[in-house]
């Protein structure tokens, strides 16, 4: 959840990251692809997937790949690293510190215009979850009306450049975002930036009554919760993509239909979420995951145009020089069994 009291989140950051520490220390070779000479087939190949936040709802379908043994059905023993502020997943993915990582879109983007050599191979949330949330009290419908109220967010967001660049924010009043929703709740006159899958249900059980005013419905759409990998692994352990990707997919099925056992596998991982917080995320990002669109194809697809899309709001926000990064560079649907690249 990107959002919760001071004293909880240091104590769920300080026991997370001393279990990625181990962890990433323990599993941060690459991994062996089952068909490369002298690897032993009996064994499952090890590799890492680095999160870009604590484990939550976003990251479901990952945990339930692992959880309902689809990455041991592909023959990978697959290590699911917690992250959280200051993850630099693109960068550790880069350097071969994790094999796979989590990311979105908009990120991997900035991160490619300063050389990072990554690539998507797969976008589960297909509508981006950021928002910016609002008391029903104000009478703001939409993010165009947005006037006149004290908003906390994150000033070097991709999404806040956006913003500030399509949106007037008249009488609008810019404070860093606290980390918590107690401004929020106790001042009707506040609005912060948030996700529908978290933020949100803690206004609300904190009496407030929250509505969430999406960033894509003015057009900021980046694929989010991308899985990631690094373009050597990509040259190096073809095989071992296409096996990670086709678990990933149906952990992302599988979590659609049925979120019990995965949300049970979070909740020990990440003391802060309970089942009520996470039946709340799930609900929220069903319809993410699966949006109206009949232009895409199955779960994880990807299509360039959304890409391009991206770069071009990327540099016309002033965040990535013009002809810096080509946005068919940023992914690659090779491994998708359904997609509409075009």
């Known amino acids: ?72 059905e592909e023959g990978l023993k697959v290590t699911i690293v917690p992250g959280g502020p200051g993850a630099s997943v693109v960068a550790r993915v880069a350097t071969g510190a994790a094999t796979f990582g989590v990311e979105n879109a908009d ?12 690539k998507a191979v797969m976008a589960p949330i297909q509508k981006h979850p950021r928002c910016i949330m609002v008391h029903e009290e104000s009478g703001i419908k939409s993010l165009r009306e947005l006037r006149d109220v004290t908003l906390a967010m994150n000033a070097g967001g991709a999404f806040s450049h ?5 949106v007037p924010l008249t009488g609008v009043k810019i404070v860093p975002y606290p980390g918590n929703v107690a401004r929020f709740v106790a001042d009707k006159r506040s609005a912060q930036q948030a996700y529908v899958f ?51 997919v149906r952990g992302w099925e599988q979590y659609l239909k049925d979120p019990a056992a995965t949300h049970k596998r979070i909740a020990e991982l990440n003391p802060e979420m309970g089942e009520d917080v996470l039946e709340f995320g799930w ?11 009949p232009r895409r194809g199955g779960i994880g697809s990807m299509r360039s145009e959304r890409w391009a899309e991206l770069r071009d709001q990327l540099v016309e926000i002033g965040l990535i020089a013009k002809d810096k990064v080509r946005a068919e560079d940023a992914f690659t649907t090779e491994f998708l069994a359904r997609s509409d690249p075009g």
């Open 1 to 72: 959840m990107r959002n919760r009291p001071e004293q909880r989140v240091r104590r769920a950051r300080a026991i997370l990251w001393g279990v990625a520490l181990v962890l990433m220390a323990g599993c941060s070779r690459g991994p062996r692809d089952a068909g490369a000479p002298g690897a032993d087939t009996a064994k499952p190949t090890e590799v890492t997937l680095l999160l870009n936040w604590f484990p939550e709802a976003e990251h479901g379908g990952f945990f339930a790949a692992e959880v309902h043994g689809y990455y041991a």
């Open 107 to 118: 990120v991997l983007l900035l991160a490619r215009s300063e050389e990072a050599a990554v």
């Open 162 to 166: 956006y913003l500030k660049k399509h």
């Open 198 to 248: 978290s933020e949100p249900f803690l206004a609300a059980k904190q009496g407030a009554r929250p509505r969430s005013l999406l960033l894509s419905d003015i057009g900021f759409n980046p694929y989010t919760s991308c899985l990631i990998v690094s373009e050597q692994v990509l040259r190096d352990q073809r095989d071992v993509v296409r096996r990670m990707v086709r678990a990933s």
């Open 283 to 293: 609900k929220a990002l069903k319809a993410f995951i699966v949006p109206d669109d």
